[in-house]
C-alpha cells in the first residue's frame, strides 16, 4: 500500500526506541496495531502520521519497513535519528543532511529529498559494521563522508523501489574520531535498538572508569533524537 508525495501517511522511521521517543512525546501520537504491524498513529498538520522502530542495521531496517509499506498506505518516509560524525570538529546534537547516501556493500548512491533547512551536502555512509579504524575514517573522510549510520541506505533503497519520496533528519550523536564507541561499548546495546541490561552491567562492573564516557555518550544520543525530531517535526509543520 503506497502513494505518492502529497497522498498517504508521512512515515517516521527509527531505528530504535530512543530515536522514537520525542516524535511520540510532541506529535502525542497513539499506540496502534495494523494488519499485524505495530505502529505510533497521529497527525501532523492536514496529514496522518505514523512511525516505527525498525531495529538496528540494514536486515531490519529493510524488514521492517517492508512490513510498514504492507499495512499502511505511505506517501513519504522520513528517516530519523542519530548518526555519528567522521569530523572531530563536528557539534554533538548538530543535524547533517547528506547530498549523498552511499550503501557500503554495493556502492549504490541514494539522493534524498530536499526536506529541512539544509545546507545539503557531503556523504552518509551506511553499513552494518561499527567504522573505527583510523585509517578507514581517513578514507572515507577522503571520499566525502561525513557521517555514518547503519539504516538509511537500506530505507532509500526499499523507498525508490516503490516510488516514494524519502528525506533524512539525523543528527551528530558521537564522533568516530574520539574512540569513545568502540566495539565493547557497541555491543552494549541489543540489535533491536534497546539496552542490554545484562551486558551493561558486566561492563560497567569491570570497567568502572568508563561510567563517566558512557553517560557522555548517552547524553549525546537523546540530545541528537532530540534535535533530529525536532528537525523533522519543523519541517513538515511548516509545509502542511
Given amino acids: 500500500m503506497t502513494g505518492s508525495e502529497g497522498e498517504g501517511a508521512i512515515a517516521f522511521i527509527c ?3 530512543m530515536e522514537i521517543r520525542p516524535l511520540v512525546k510532541r506529535l502525542k501520537l497513539k499506540q496502534a496495531e495494523i494488519r499485524g504491524v505495530e505502529i505510533k498513529r497521529g497527525q501532523v498538520g492536514r496529514r496522518e502520521v505514523v512511525a ?15 512490513s510498514l509499506l504492507g499495512a499502511v498506505r505511505v506517501g513519504e518516509v522520513v528517516v530519523v535519528g542519530i548518526t555519528g560524525a567522521l569530523d572531530g570538529d563536528a557539534k554533538i546534537g548538530s543535524m547533517v543532511f547528506p547530498e549523498v547516501v552511499v550503501d557500503s556493500a554495493t556502492g549504490r548512491e541514494y539522493r534524498p529529498a530536499r526536506r529541512g533547512p539544509g545546507p545539503w ?10 567504522t ?11 571520499r566525502g563522508v561525513v557521517a555514518l549510520d547503519m539504516e538509511t541506505a537500506a530505507l532509500a533503497d526499499v523507498c525508490e523501489s516503490h516510488g516514494i519520496p524519502w528525506s533524512v533528519f539525523r543528527a551528530f550523536s558521537d564522533r568516530a574520531t574520539d574512540g569513545a ?5 557497541f555491543s552494549l546495546t541489543n540489535q533491536d535498538g534497546t539496552p542490554n541490561a545484562k551486558a551493561v552491567a558486566i561492563y560497567l562492573a ?7 564516557k558512557l553517560a557522555k555518550l548517552a547524553r549525546g544520543a537523546k540530545l541528537a533524537a532530540d534535535q533530529a525530531a525536532s528537525a523533522a517535526i519543523g519541517a513538515f509543520s511548516v509545509s502542511l
Fill in 52 to 66: 516505527i522502530v525498525t531495529g538496528m542495521g540494514t536486515k531490519l531496517a529493510r524488514a521492517g519497513i517492508e
Fill in 206 to 212: 569491570r570497567n568502572p572508569m568508563e561510567i563517566p
Fill in 132 to 142: 573505527t579504524d583510523p585509517a578507514a575514517i581517513a578514507d572515507l573522510r577522503a
Fill in 121 to 130: 551536502k557531503g556523504r552518509m555512509w551506511t553499513g552494518d559494521e561499527l
Fill in 15 to 17: 531505528a530504535m526506541p
Fill in 181 to 185: 564507541l568502540n566495539e565493547d561499548v
